[in-house]
T-cell receptor, first 114, second 113 residues
């Protein structure tokens, strides 16, 4: 079974600053996908970014970027120019290739301060 | 194109009652997944369904829980004889053929008193 670990329960960041969320995972698979999901107070789960393990290039979506270190099994999320609307819980998730089950970490609560 | 719809958003049941949670997938999506989120935890996979078929229910408790996705109508997650430990948020996701594109609904928060 795959395990996903998010070691930071809570993080706080000043508006317009940068924050980095850590995620590590354990797998023996070579083909897999990694995700970051955002869960704001409304509780709606929103996909932020996705990374294919076979791609060396780190994924980027506007102010969100990842640092994917395959050998270290690390997948961190960087939020640049933080905005108040980024306040949410962020979940790291894993999916094996050719599978359909997402395995989630416990989440990191991010609070952006004005 | 409306997103994934779940109702009710909040459901309160007494111990021993039945809970029925509904999920309408996005238009054109034939795959439905149910996940459960216990307090302070990430989501855990419960069951994966296609129209009229349960593909994988390995994450679902063997007793009291059942799921269906009929040919017509929403997918239903049914919990019989609820207990306090069933209190959680239940999320439904749907996807087209590509499982990577799972779109989540807003969830149903079940409280068992």
């Amino acid at each position: 079974a795959q395990t996903v670990t998010q070691s930071q329960p809570e993080m706080s960041v000043q508006e317009a600053e940068t924050v980095t969320l850590s995620c590590t995972y354990d797998t023996s698979e070579n083909n897999y996908y990694l995700f970051w999901y955002k869960q704001p107070p409304s509780r709606q789960m929103i996909l932020v970014i996705r990374q294919e393990a076979y791609k060396q290039q780190n994924a980027t979506e506007n102010r969100f970027s990842v640092n994917f270190q395959k050998a270290a099994k690390s997948f961190s999320l960087k939020i640049s120019d933080s905005q108040l609307g980024d306040t949410a819980m962020y979940f790291c998730a894993f999916m094996k290739g050719n599978d359909y089950k997402l395995s989630f970490g416990a989440g990191t609560t991010v609070t952006v301060r004005a | 194109n409306a997103g994934v719809m779940q109702n009710p958003r909040h459901l309160v049941r007494r111990r021993g009652q039945e809970a029925r949670l509904r999920c309408s997938p996005m238009k054109g999506h034939s795959h439905v997944y149910w996940y459960r989120q216990l307090p302070e935890e990430g989501l855990k996979f419960m069951v994966y369904l296609q129209k009229e078929n349960i593909i994988d229910e390995s994450g679902m408790p063997k007793e009291r829980f059942s799921a269906e996705f009929p040919k017509e109508g929403p997918s239903i997650l049914r919990i019989q004889q609820v207990v306090r430990g069933d209190s959680a948020a239940y999320f439904c996701a749907s996807s087209p053929r590509d499982h990577l594109e799972q779109y989540f609904g807003p969830g149903t928060r079940l409280t068992v008193t």
